[in-house]
């Protein structure tokens, strides 16, 4: 068994919520990826993915690869994918994201990786004896951003400690001697580090969003969104009884948020066979599993019924992105439930007609007036 595959089942028994989110996730083994694992986007399947390097995983016992796959999840279901827009500094954005994301972890009694970044570990002018634990992303990124001008303004009123001597005194060695380790450093130390690696870009923390995502359409991110928030909710629907008292505080929280979160408007699985079961498509598919009537040594066929639909989405000036995009949702939805959408954007006029593949279109086409609102015949 892989250490992922391990991992994930001993999250299901440990947090059912991660578990089972987990399993519904596009994974990818990628071991020349330089860190234990990112969230990304795919834009080839246009799904959410987790990238693993199992190499690296193999280096963490059970319990901080299990603390791993739950680090990962929090980073979906917290929507940090598509923060980058709210942190002109992504790296120090990705930091800030990771403080928060373990100490609450820790909170919640996972065991994660040594070298993951603790906001205890860490301390600034304001806090010199460590950062407070559980506090949002954004706080963490305020408070490191302040530090890092503090620490600026400093090495510029100090010179950097740089000067014209001679420097003869070659025998004292040049003072700097060797790097301190993360534990020999004090706690300020440590947060001189990371952000002189941030500064000259150098810091691991970075994740595959910033480069994936950033073309990406206001429409395509708003679906995903919602998706990503009908994931969460469908999840805690499906935990047993038992397994819906030990949700995730933070996930709690997260559900008050998404009382009103988009759900089917229609049972479409359904209303497709109620309404188009008269006016069916097959496919036809030979298969071994059912022999021939007339040939019985022969392989036989088999129907599968596919429902064909047209669906009209108004994209005039009155739309606006969130209604377009919640519209595509609902296309996804009839799509999961085996339809074969032809999908056709219109103001005053057809703009677009294309076949629904399960991918979300890159550009909205029109956005001109309602009147003479071009209707199917």
């Given at each position: 068994?892989?250490?992922?595959s391990?991992?994930v089942r001993?999250?299901?028994?440990?947090?059912?919520?991660?578990?089972?989110?987990?399993l519904?996730?596009?994974?990818?083994?990628?071991?020349?990826?330089?860190?234990?694992?990112?969230?990304?986007?795919?834009?080839?399947?246009?799904?959410?993915?987790?990238?693993?390097n199992?190499?690296?995983?193999?280096?963490?016992?059970?319990?901080?690869?299990?603390?791993?796959?739950?680090?990962?999840i929090m980073?979906?279901t917290?929507?940090?994918?598509?923060?980058?827009?709210?942190?002109?500094n992504?790296?120090?954005?990705?930091?800030?994201?990771?403080?928060y994301?373990?100490s609450?972890?820790?909170?919640?009694?996972f065991?994660?990786?040594?070298?993951?970044?603790?906001p205890?570990?860490?301390a600034?002018?304001?806090?010199?004896?460590g950062?407070?634990v559980?506090?949002?992303?954004?706080w963490?990124?305020?408070?490191?951003?302040?530090?890092?001008?503090?620490?600026?303004?400093?090495n510029?009123?100090?010179?950097?400690?740089e000067?014209?001597?001679?420097?003869?005194?070659?025998?004292?060695g040049?003072?700097?001697?060797?790097?301190k380790?993360?534990?020999?450093?004090?706690?300020?130390?440590?947060?001189?580090?990371?952000?002189?690696?941030i500064?000259?870009?150098?810091?691991?923390?970075?994740?595959?969003w910033?480069r994936?995502?950033?073309?990406?359409?206001?429409?395509?991110?708003?679906?995903?969104k919602?998706?990503?928030?009908?994931?969460?909710?469908?999840?805690?629907?499906?935990?047993?009884s038992?397994?819906?008292?030990?949700?995730?505080?933070?996930?709690?929280?997260?559900?008050?948020?998404?009382?009103?979160?988009?759900?089917?408007?229609?049972?479409?699985?359904?209303?497709?066979?109620?309404?188009?079961?008269?006016?069916?498509?097959?496919n036809k598919?030979?298969?071994?599993?059912?022999?021939s009537?007339?040939?019985?040594?022969?392989p036989?066929?088999?129907?599968?019924?596919?429902?064909?639909?047209?669906?009209?989405?108004?994209?005039?000036?009155s739309?606006?992105?969130?209604?377009v995009?919640?519209?595509?949702?609902?296309?996804?939805?009839?799509?999961?439930?085996g339809?074969k959408?032809?999908?056709?954007?219109?103001?005053?006029?057809?703009?677009?007609?294309?076949?629904?593949?399960?991918?979300?279109?890159?550009?909205?086409?029109?956005?001109?007036?309602?009147?003479?609102?071009?209707?199917?015949?």
């Amino acid at each position: 068994m892989s250490k992922i595959s391990k991992a994930v089942r001993g999250l299901i028994t440990k947090a059912p919520f991660y578990g089972f989110f987990h399993l519904g996730l596009q994974v990818i083994i990628d071991e020349k990826f330089k860190s234990y694992g990112a969230v990304g986007y795919n834009k080839t399947t246009d799904k959410i993915m987790i990238i693993y390097n199992e190499k690296m995983l193999e280096t963490l016992s059970d319990d901080e690869a299990i603390g791993l796959c739950a680090h990962e999840i929090m980073h979906i279901t917290n929507s940090h994918i598509f923060m980058e827009d709210q942190y002109p500094n992504h790296e120090l954005g990705n930091i800030a994201q990771d403080m928060y994301i373990n100490s609450t972890l820790t909170r919640d009694e996972f065991k994660l990786p040594k070298d993951g970044l603790f906001p205890e570990k860490y301390a600034t002018k304001n806090y010199p004896f460590g950062l407070p634990v559980c506090k949002p992303s954004m706080w963490y990124y305020n408070e490191l951003t302040e530090e890092n001008e503090n620490i600026k303004q400093k090495n510029k009123s100090d010179g950097s400690g740089e000067g014209e001597g001679e420097g003869e005194d070659c025998d004292s060695g040049s003072g700097k001697g060797e790097p301190k380790s993360f534990d020999e450093m004090t706690m300020q130390e440590r947060t001189e580090s990371l952000l002189d690696s941030i500064n000259n870009h150098n810091s691991s923390a970075k994740h595959n969003w910033d480069r994936d995502i950033s073309g990406l359409s206001d429409i395509q991110k708003e679906v995903m969104k919602s998706s990503i928030d009908s994931t969460i909710v469908a999840t805690v629907e499906n935990l047993g009884s038992d397994d819906r008292g030990n949700i995730p505080a933070h996930i709690k929280s997260l559900l008050e948020k998404l009382k009103n979160i988009t759900i089917p408007a229609e049972n479409w699985k359904k209303l497709l066979k109620k309404q188009l079961g008269a006016y069916p498509t097959r496919n036809k598919k030979i298969t071994r599993k059912k022999p021939s009537k007339r040939f019985s040594s022969s392989p036989g066929v088999k129907k599968q019924r596919v429902n064909k639909v047209l669906i009209l989405i108004d994209t005039s000036g009155s739309m606006s992105d969130v209604d377009v995009a919640e519209a595509f949702l609902e296309v996804q939805h009839v799509y999961k439930a085996g339809g074969k959408i032809d999908v056709g954007q219109i103001d005053t006029q057809m703009n677009s007609v294309e076949e629904y593949s399960g991918k979300l279109p890159e550009y909205r086409y029109g956005g001109g007036g309602k009147s003479n609102l071009c209707l199917p015949v």
